[in-house]
């Protein structure tokens, strides 16, 4: 948000934690609140997020991957599958 002109604190940051991107965005923007808006800083957060990922990985936390990966064989839609070398861990 910080190229957008809002600084936000940790404790703001936080208190979205589970909430939409759209919710989040048009809470923080207030009456700069467009639909253009949104979607453009979401679509920024996204392109960061997975460029982060794409470099630096990710690992699930602690008991993530046994509980997903029989999921998903048994058929249960996940998002993706957990590696077998990330469920070691």
Same mark, same amino acid.
């Given at each position: ?33 467009? %639909? ?22 990710? #690992? %699930?936390? %602690? ?6 990966? %029989?999921? #998903? ?5 996940? #998002? ?10």
């Amino acid at each position: 948000m910080e190229n957008e002109g809002i600084a936000l604190t940790r404790d703001q940051f936080l208190d979205t934690f589970g909430l939409r991107d759209d919710t989040i965005i048009a809470k923080w923007l207030g009456v700069a609140a467009t %639909p253009e808006a949104i979607q453009r800083i979401a679509d920024a957060k996204e392109e960061l997020y997975r460029d982060l990922v794409r470099h630096n990985g990710i #690992s %699930p936390e %602690p008991g993530v991957a046994t509980w997903l990966n %029989p999921a #998903s064989r048994a058929g249960v839609a996940t #998002s993706h599958r957990v590696s077998s070398a990330a469920s070691k861990h």
